[in-house]
């Protein structure tokens, strides 16, 4: 049926479940160990609820924004994800054109199922991608790696902190057991070599330095923070801006939910909040646009979505991608009407209540 009949991003979640081949399936919708984040991610949402005034002008809202620079229509962007050609023949490239048409920054997976130079050439007039990047242990070869973003022409690095080692999924190791054909004497399910990826064990603070020399000029990007204080941190070392995440509950199973993050630093660090150099963005668990008002009344200057553009482009490619910015767009709008607001900018604590937080 057609996409415009989709309603919530709930919804494509449901139809790509029926869609995708089980191993898909269970590669984007794993969390790590028993899940706990990646339930938490979304219900820590549930925990904050709105303080909506009421009789003033709320004709005419306005969503647009700036993320890193660039103008956004709506202040969220598509979070890189590895493998969306899993489930989706076009891969990333079905988000690079549903983002096109619709406004919005993609940020593209070190593990894309499609190339930097494919993505890009996807790219309208002025439409801008982003970057993630694991740094190997082997230097070089990241150094590399970097160089070849910036002569593309990236528009940021994301540099992905939280995967130092890859998290234990199981849902993902049940069903690569469920393909390996039972063999005497040797288990069902080897676990995966230790640091598969070879990604960097030894990154530190300091290589924010190394990162920028690499790509002079671009927003750095430290993504997959998980407590306040490395906000100060990244802030003291030179980033341009962080993602608070626990990348969708993939990594450290029980890290906190990135709006707790977000709480956090409201109690104990608010100064880092609005700086005009330094930008927060959050991820893990929206699903709606008052996940997104929440999460911006906090003190974000835009959210990423991970999953649901997955799911969105599954059924429907990029229009899929297009109809899932429309649902936000729309929940965004009147989420801000009935909150009493018409601006990004006139967001703030004082409307919502995170007692239960
Ligand atoms: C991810 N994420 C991720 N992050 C990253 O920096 N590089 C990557 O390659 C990937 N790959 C990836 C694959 C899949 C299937 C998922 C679901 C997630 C994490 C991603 O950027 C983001 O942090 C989460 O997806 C946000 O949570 P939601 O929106 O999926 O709940």
């Known amino acids: 049926f057609g996409v415009d009949s989709v309603v919530s991003l709930d919804d494509f979640e449901r139809y790509a479940k029926d869609l995708l081949i089980p191993a898909a399936w269970y590669y984007y919708s794993t969390g790590a160990d028993g899940e706990h984040s990646l339930f938490d991610n979304a219900d820590a949402y549930n925990r904050v609820h709105f303080r909506p005034r009421v009789m003033r002008n709320v004709t005419d809202p ?135 990826y070879a990604h960097d064990t030894g990154l530190t603070w300091k290589d924010i330095d190394w990162i920028k020399s690499l790509a002079p000029g671009l927003p750095i990007v430290i993504k997959g923070v998980g407590a306040w204080e490395d906000v100060v941190l990244a802030q003291k070392y030179g980033a341009d801006a962080v993602v608070l995440s626990n990348h969708g509950g993939r990594q450290l199973d029980y890290a906190n939910p990135p709006l707790k993050t977000l709480h ?47 799911y969105a482009a599954t059924g429907w490619g990029s229009d899929g991608v297009e109809r899932a910015v429309q649902i936000l767009k729309e929940e965004l709008e009147i989420g801000m009407i009935l909150l009493g607001v018409t601006r990004l900018d006139q967001l703030g604590p004082e409307y919502v209540d995170v007692s239960k937080l």
Not at 167 to 187: M, S
Not at 288 to 301: R, V
């Open 264 to 310: 956090d630093l409201n109690v104990h660090s608010p100064s880092s909040i609005h700086q005009p150099d330094f930008q927060i963005f959050v991820d893990g668990g929206i699903r709606h646009g008052t996940d997104i008002l929440k999460a911006l009344c906090l003190g974000a200057n835009a959210v990423g979505l991970g999953r649901p553009f997955i």
């Open 62 to 196: 306005d969503l647009r924004t700036k993320i890193l620079g660039v103008e956004s229509t709506l202040p969220f962007y598509v979070s890189p994800t590895a493998r969306n050609g899993l489930g989706q023949p076009l891969g990333e490239i079905a988000v690079t054109r549903g983002a096109g048409a619709t406004g919005i920054l993609q940020v593209l997976s070190h593990y894309a199922s499609r190339s930097l130079e494919e993505v890009i050439s996807e790219t309208k007039e002025g439409q801008k991608v982003g970057w993630q990047i694991y740094t190997s242990m082997d230097r070089e070869k990241s150094a590399r790696e970097i160089r070849e973003a910036y002569r593309l022409g990236a528009q940021s690095i994301w540099v992905t902190v939280d995967t130092a080692i890859l998290g234990k999924r199981e849902k993902e190791r049940r069903a690569q057991a469920e393909r390996t054909p039972a063999a005497h004497g040797k288990p069902l399910s080897p676990p995966l070599p230790k640091n598969a």
